[in-house]
């Protein structure tokens, strides 16, 4: 039997998969993930990050609804110890304190907003802070005796 009789024997996933390894082997790995960043660009400009976002969603229900919950709590320890052995502890501290400001800032802007939201409701210019009332208000002097005016210096 000649290789042209032999044609059909092998699958479409054997083809692609012989395929698949020939590129990977002339053009190497960095190839595939160019061509799949890409197209994954492509898609997002289509479709719009949305897509991705449900898509994950769905998958990470289909993995939960096979392996269970606790297959996530496992694949995240062995993340964490991943990123301790080769980051060191003292990463987990840094990016704390670096989410903990953050969050701290982000605090502070939402009451700087509540705030200026509630002066603007009650119809008077938002203050900023550290600064002087955005109306000055005249220095009230006592009444001069009459026929004379109080001048600066001259309120007692």
């Not at 991705?52 to 229900?61: N, V």
């Not at 996530?72 to 987990?92: C, H, L, M, S």
């Not at 550290?130 to 001048?151: I, K, L, R, V």
Request: glycine share 16%; net charge positive.
């Amino acid at each position: 039997m000649s290789d042209k009789d032999n044609k059909g024997s092998m699958t479409v996933a054997e083809a692609g998969r012989k395929g698949g390894e020939t590129v990977r082997n002339e053009r190497g790995r960095e190839f595939y993930e160019t061509i799949g960043r890409k197209g994954g660009a492509t898609v997002k400009a289509e479709r719009g990050r949305s897509f991705y976002e449900e898509i994950g969603r769905k998958g990470g229900e289909t993995v939960k609804a096979e392996r269970g919950a606790k297959f996530y709590e496992e694949i995240g320890k062995k993340g964490g110890d991943r990123v301790k052995a080769t980051r060191g502890p003292n990463f987990y501290e840094e990016i704390g304190r670096k989410g903990g400001q953050k969050v701290k800032k982000l605090i502070e802007e939402g009451k700087r907003a509540a705030r200026a939201a509630m002066e603007a409701q009650a119809g008077t210019a938002p203050a900023q802070e550290g600064a002087a009332p955005s109306t000055p208000t005249a220095p009230t002097t006592p009444a001069a005796p009459s026929g004379e005016t109080a001048g600066p210096g001259q309120n007692e």
